[in-house]
């Protein structure tokens, strides 16, 4: 295989680590889960989505592509003496249609405090610049992803390695890049890049059921292979213009400036 298009750090060999390195400082981090998403979805679905995303990025702007994470924060709550996380409790903040009783949602093993993944964000931030890594593309499970811009500038500034996520301030509310929970959007780009492992017919098909576990829109009436090429193609176009202009702000220090 043309080393342009081995991307996976744990692949490459030396040589080829430092032919990509020098060719565009770049690593991106897929911030995974092994965590419930619906009947329908893989637990590794946070993982799986911005590593095949990743792969295709690096091989377009360059860079080399970490393995995923499997742990990150979310939401906890103890009730009568059991934890709960994240998606676990249903009660939380949603619709009334998309509720359910609290439980411990089937394959979900990713919780970590905050502060642990904090601690280990700072780690891998350290050992990348060690290795002349200038950029970070970041992004996943959202409080991982959360997490991560909330500490952006600070991270920026004490590692001088630049972040970037593929959440943009304009509403995504039909086209984000996992902003919901194994609804339309993520069921979608899972379609899109393991379509084998997506199994609809997992799901009731009674409309009037809501699926335990998922949050969005209804992926029975909306999610499609073709739904994800569409998600992917604004995130794909957004992220490598910006990557594109930090790489020759690099290059280029002064440019801008004249
Ligand atoms: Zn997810």
Request: charged residues 25%; contains cysteine.
């Amino acid at each position: 295989m043309n080393v342009k298009h081995k991307v996976l750090y744990a692949e490459l060999t030396p040589a080829e680590f430092r032919t990509r390195l020098a060719e565009a400082p770049i690593a991106y981090l897929p911030l995974g889960t092994l965590e419930y998403h619906g009947e329908h979805m893989p637990l590794g679905s946070d993982g799986i989505q911005p590593l095949e995303f990743f792969k295709e990025i690096a091989a377009e702007a360059g860079g080399i592509v970490l393995p995923p994470l499997f742990l990150g924060p979310d939401r906890v709550e103890i009730i009568l003496g059991a934890e709960y996380y994240g998606k676990d409790n249903g009660n939380h903040k949603s619709l009334e249609k998309q509720q359910y009783e609290p439980q411990i949602l089937t394959g979900s093993a990713y919780w970590i405090s905050e502060e642990l993944f904090i601690l280990i964000m700072k780690g891998i931030l350290k050992q990348l610049k060690r290795q002349g890594f200038k950029i970070l593309v970041a992004h996943g499970h959202g409080p991982s992803t959360r997490t991560v811009i909330n500490y952006t500038s600070q991270w920026e500034a004490e590692f001088g390695i630049k972040l970037f996520n593929l959440w943009s301030s304009e509403n995504d509310d039909w086209n984000g890049f996992m902003s919901d929970h194994g609804a339309m959007l993520e069921t979608s780009v899972v379609m899109k890049y393991r379509p084998e492992l997506v199994h609809m017919e997992n799901l009731s098909q009674k409309s009037d059921c809501w699926p335990v576990g998922i949050r969005g829109y209804d992926p029975r009436i909306h999610a499609s292979a073709e739904k994800g090429d569409e998600i992917v193609k604004i995130q794909k176009q957004r992220i490598v213009d910006k990557l594109i202009t930090a790489l020759n702000k690099l290059n280029c220090p002064n440019l801008g400036r004249i």
